[in-house]
């Protein structure tokens, strides 16, 4: 068992901190929610069908339980215009951005997307979620729509 959950955990634990960056947390709060989750996983290892996708759950609620307050939307958009210019800058300014954008999003929806860039297709989502397909599809249709508009919007006014 250590060796299937420590060859798991070394390749999962990176894409799952991740996960919880596009649900809104920073890179120190979605490190802490993933490793309460593995922890948890290592106590049910044995019980576990799916981990990838029961972790992503208990990592989601780890984080919403723990979470203080999140950034403005606004003190994000501060920062990243207060950043150097370069790629590694723009990069790191373009990641922020979406991660603020996504931040802003309806729960759902935001949840949606972080499961859609982790890789899962809406079946997978849907039943994770207990809700249907369609139901996903929805919600990720409003999430792109609603993103795309702000990213156009911050887009327009870098520009102006």
Do not use: N
């Not at 150097?84 to 300014?93: F, I, K, M, N």
């Not at 309806?106 to 890789?119: H, L, N, Y």
């Amino acid at each position: 068992m250590d060796g299937e959950f420590s060859e798991w955990f070394e390749e999962d634990f990176p894409r799952l901190v991740g996960f919880l960056m596009t649900l809104g947390a920073g890179r120190c709060a979605a490190e802490d929610a993933a490793q309460t989750a593995c922890a948890e996983a290592y106590t049910h290892w044995e019980d576990i069908r799916r981990p990838r996708a029961w972790v992503r759950k208990v990592a989601t609620r780890a984080f919403y339980r723990d979470q203080k307050a999140a950034l403005s939307t606004a003190e994000s958009i501060r920062r990243i215009a207060a950043r150097t210019c370069g790629d590694h800058a723009e990069q790191v300014a373009e990641r922020d951005l979406v991660l603020a954008a996504l931040r802003t999003l309806p729960p759902r929806q935001r949840e949606v997307m972080a499961w859609t860039i982790d890789g899962f297709r809406p079946e997978q989502i849907a039943l994770e979620l207990r809700t249907t397909p369609e139901t996903v599809r929805k919600s990720l249709q409003r999430a792109r729509t609603r993103l795309k508009g702000m990213l156009e919007a911050h887009a327009e006014r870098r520009f102006e």
